[in-house]
């Protein structure tokens, strides 16, 4: 019973069965009823058959409902009629089924009407419970329940269904009737309801749902069994939903949406268009009041912000269910940061209340300032951010286009719980229909995606497969763009751009740095990235790839002629002409970055990334062989004019002009350079050639073979830092070695770092404070961490080899050929790539940190892999001692949060005794 329950049974009884007990606690006005368990729920679908002792109870428990409210079910003069509604642990909303009116009859509905008043309210709620228990429990499509209803609306000559005639209501309910076997029992229809909205826990939306979320699909449902209220009673009635704080912007104002003479179910499936609920003290000022008054008494219990279902029946308000609410990512950081300041919560608990995901959706692109665009039509501004992508009408069309990687916009009259895959695919929905509250918009901003709903100006007929946005017609696959902040709807792909911090995300982010105790740097490679890196709030960088540097258009010609050289004298030409280029590449990123740490790693990939593969040059010697040979045919035709048309003897001149040009001795000779150099360069692609080249000749190891390469990047470095440091720049630069797998190798390189230094810094005059590191990346590396680290000051994992090393997967090969199904069939539980993997690389890192640290207290460690910007990583990093992480600009902000995350974990387990996992 709701009496019974209590906020902390989520597990057992749901969460809206819990809250509804909780509410009832602390007097919020909600009709009687109870709760079917979760584990009632996981037993049903082992064997799918409700158990005779559970048929007791729900009896049991019905008759003290009856008591309660003084009525009957079956009754056929004052009959209870009851809501069977699901409620799983973690709001899951519009996933599972719901079915309103249950226990109405052929013989029940006359007693309702008789009791009502009402013959017209008797009819409509019979005909919408025929509607929900034919769909969900007797599958009946429920496009044939809607052309009955449309068919006689349109007899009638009406538009909307509250205007139908009893009569026409009759009529509508007969032929319901003929669409299916409707049960004339009410006990037998709560027990298949009951059996309906369990089966409803593995349906497809609800496991799509749920494996987007990373929910688990071993908990079930509870079931809700409540006393109905009326909100389609008469004009004095209605139903709504309200936030406590709008749910899109986290402004704190009352928020929502309601209709008169209706039921839930109108507002959520979004087939009318409902009024903003600030409207509601004007149609029921009573009831308003009260009602703002429960959301304020509500949130503060909870202490977060609520979304409400509320009922008014000829003027009584009864709340139906409150959970915590769905809210924009933007949102949620907005009301986190009002309610510490309201002294609601504290810096920690908003901390947690944000997730990663929620950062990493604030990132999401919004439309470029001073793009020029004329808006076609204005909808509702349901869920914020911007998106473009092409037409689609139907979820599996979105959802096939998003497995190839293909941007889709779904737009539909109104979305169903059944278009979550199309929803979770598509880059944002936009509907003809439907409000802020409904089924697109919730999901939507669940999700994290822009939405636009009820747009009057869109107009579709999908069975052409067109629709019209204002006055302009589309087809599918025509592109447009919509605004969700702004309800917008735009022609054509406009440029989106990531959004600047708002000034609450800025505060939040803050709170988090001051929580952390890992630091967070950025991977970044041009000034450009070190200026965003700055931006985004990383505190240096943590891996500047030089190679990055070597392929800009005005490097590349002087890098190939290093690699072409035919000795070391040619070499040292060319590497002579990179060294300003490279130090003045280090000096701007040190420059930007100062006073911060930037780890500058030396040359790591193989040489022939550098050059054209074979495949490329065959095809362009093949392409200049051929042109060759036809110039040589055609110089074998004494006169060109010979060949031509009469007709076409007016081009005479400027063909055999061109003819010319092909015959002298200046196009052999460019031809004849030309071949030879693309032969020579493809001799050299050749001899580069690996088997396996990210295991072969790179790194460190390509170093010791050409260590006038190394030099020249050791020399840029010390130069550049020196000449700062004579501009009274402070700068923290750290040279890291690729590839290390012996301290032979880090000794040779080191050695050559003091002796340029030593060079440098007599030159200049200055001190040059330089840290010298490793990257450990090989598993040997691991096992002898404790050499390494007699000369390594720091060391920094490259998780990305280091894991491709461990499980001797090829990165690349493993995402194309085998990992899904390996992710599929529960083989790995992740993608090592992705998610640390805990059990193999995360034992090596600790072994490493170990010994590496016996030999040198004060090592500092680091990761620099794309490991480094995931959230569940970051906890494992945090956990086994990582003085920092280091991942790409965006997701810098991401990295804050959970680093802050990681530490009040350790706080909150360490509090209760929980020992960390191994």
């Known amino acids: 019973m709701f ?15 819990a809250q509804l007990g909780e509410m009832q606690s602390i007097g919020i006005p909600i009709p009687p009823g109870f709760v079917i368990s979760t584990r009632a729920c996981v037993a049903y679908l082992k064997k799918k058959e409700l158990p005779e002792e559970l048929r007791r109870e729900i009896l049991v428990a019905l008759r003290r409902v009856e008591e309660k409210v003084d009525k009957r079910f079956g009754d056929t003069g004052d009959p209870l009629l009851v809501s069977i509604r699901s409620g799983a642990p973690v709001s899951m909303p519009g996933m599972m089924d719901t ?24 009819y409509d709620t019979y005909r919408r419970f025929l509607y929900m228990f034919g769909n969900i429990v007797l599958g009946v499509e429920e496009k044939q329940f809607d052309a009955i209803l449309d068919v006689q609306k349109e007899r009638e000559g009406v538009r909307l269904d509250q205007e139908l005639s009893v009569e026409g209501l009759k009529k509508v309910v007969a032929e319901y009737k003929r669409l299916a076997d409707m049960p004339q029992s009410p006990e037998q229809q ?37 006393t109905m209220v009326f909100g389609n009673f008469d004009d004095d009635s209605g139903t709504g939903v309200a936030f406590t704080r709008n749910p899109a912007t986290g402004k704190k104002e009352f928020y929502g949406e309601f209709l008169v003479n209706a039921q839930g179910e109108d507002i959520v499936s979004g087939k009318r268009t409902p009024k903003p609920v600030n409207e509601l003290r004007k149609v029921f000022p009573q009831a308003y009041r009260q009602l703002a008054e429960m959301a304020d008494r509500v949130e503060r219990h909870y202490r977060d912000m609520q979304d409400m279902e509320f009922t008014i029946q000829q003027g009584t308000l009864y709340i139906l269910q409150t959970r915590t609410g769905k809210r924009t990512a933007r949102a949620a950081v907005t009301i986190a940061v009002d309610m510490v300041k309201e002294k609601l919560i504290s810096k920690n608990e908003a901390l947690m209340r944000v997730s990663t995901e929620d950062i990493e959706k604030i990132l999401h692109p919004v439309i470029a300032p001073g793009e020029q665009y004329t808006p076609l039509t204005r909808g509702l501004n349901a ?8 037409i689609v009408f139907d979820p599996e069309g979105a959802a096939a286009l998003g497995k190839k990687g293909k941007k889709a916009i779904l737009v539909r009259e109104e979305t169903t719980p059944d278009d979550i895959h199309g929803i979770t695919a598509a880059q944002g929905v936009l509907t003809a229909r439907g409000g802020i509250t409904s089924h697109a918009a919730v999901v939507a901003r669940g999700l994290g995606k822009p939405c636009v709903t009820g747009c009057d100006g869109l107009h579709i007929n999908e069975d052409k497969g067109q629709c019209r946005i204002g006055d302009q017609a589309f087809r599918e696959g025509d592109v447009i763009t919509i605004d969700g902040s702004t309800g917008e709807v735009m022609q054509g792909e406009l440029t989106l751009v990531p959004p600047s911090f708002a000034a609450e995300t800025e505060t939040f982010l803050s709170w988090a740095d001051q929580v952390r105790r890992m630091g967070v740097r950025a991977n970044a490679a041009t000034v450009e990235g070190a200026q965003q890196a700055l931006k985004q709030g990383a505190e240096g960088i ?18 190939r002629d290093m690699i072409l050289a035919q000795d070391r004298k040619e070499r040292m030409e060319a590497l002579d002409k990179l060294l300003p280029l490279q130090k003045g590449d280090f000096k701007e990123i040190l420059r930007t970055m100062s006073p911060r740490p930037v780890t500058i790693r030396l040359l790591d990939i193989p040489l022939h990334e550098f050059l054209p593969s074979q495949e490329e040059l065959l095809q362009e010697l093949n392409y200049l062989k051929d042109f060759d040979a036809a110039v040589r045919s055609l110089q074998e035709i004494p006169s060109i004019s010979r060949v031509l048309d009469p007709e076409l003897h007016v081009y005479l001149p400027s063909v055999e002009k061109f003819m010319e040009e092909l015959t002298n001795d200046k196009y052999h000779a460019l031809s004849e350079k030309l ?14 050639e690996e088997v396996n080249p990210m295991l072969g000749h790179r790194g460190v190891r390509l170093g010791i073979t050409y260590p006038e390469i190394y030099d020249m990047q050791i020399r840029a470095v010390y130069e ?38 030593r060079e440098v810094e007599g030159r200049y005059g200055v001190k040059v404070p330089i840290k010298f590191g490793s990257m450990i990346e090989v598993v040997r590396a691991c096992m002898r961490a404790g050499k390494l680290s007699e000369i390594a000051e720091f060391f920094s994992f490259g998780t990305n080899d280091l894991s491709q090393a461990t499980f001797s997967f090829s990165r690349e090969d493993a995402e194309k050929k085998f990992l899904p199904l390996y992710n599929q069939r529960k083989i790995l539980q992740d993608n090592p790539f992705s998610v640390i993997d805990r059990k193999g690389v995360v034992r090596l890192m600790k072994i490493a940190m170990e010994w590496g640290k016996k030999t040198r207290p004060d090592l500092k460690v680091g990761v620099c892999g794309e490991h480094g910007g995931d959230p569940y990583s970051i906890h494992i990093f945090h956990g086994i001692g990582v003085d920092y992480v280091s991942c790409s600009p965006f997701r810098v902000p991401i990295a804050r949060l959970a680093a802050a995350q990681a530490t009040l974990k350790e706080e909150e387990n360490r509090r209760r005794g929980v020992e960390p996992e191994d």
Request: charged share 25%.
């Open 542 to 559: 943590g891996l500047c790839r030089t190679e990055r540097m070597f392929n800009a258009p005005d490097r590349l010609p002087i890098v």
């Open 383 to 390: 869920s914020p951010g911007a998106a473009t992508g092409v």
């Open 99 to 122: 079915i309103l009116n249950l226990g109405l009859t052929d013989q029940t509905v006359k007693g309702l009407a008789e009791k009502s008043g009402s013959e017209w309210f008797a």
């Open 3 to 17: 009496e019974d329950a209590r906020a902390d049974m989520t597990d057992v009884l749901g969460n809206k069965g």
């Open 675 to 688: 071949l030879r150099e693309k032969s020579v360069l493809l001799d050299k692609v050749r001899s580069l």
């Open 190 to 226: 709560l027990f298949m309801a009951v059996e309906a909205v369990f089966n409803s826990w593995n349906n497809k939306r609800a496991r799509s749902y749920r494996k987007h979320q990373g929910l688990p699909d071993d908990v079930g449902t509870g079931v809700v069994v409540q």
């Open 720 to 757: 550049a830092a020196a000449e700062l440091l004579k501009e009274g720049v402070e700068v923290l630069p750290e040279i890291m070695i690729p590839q290390v797998c012996t301290a032979q190798e880090l000794k040779w390189a080191h050695r050559r770092v003091r002796t340029i230094a």
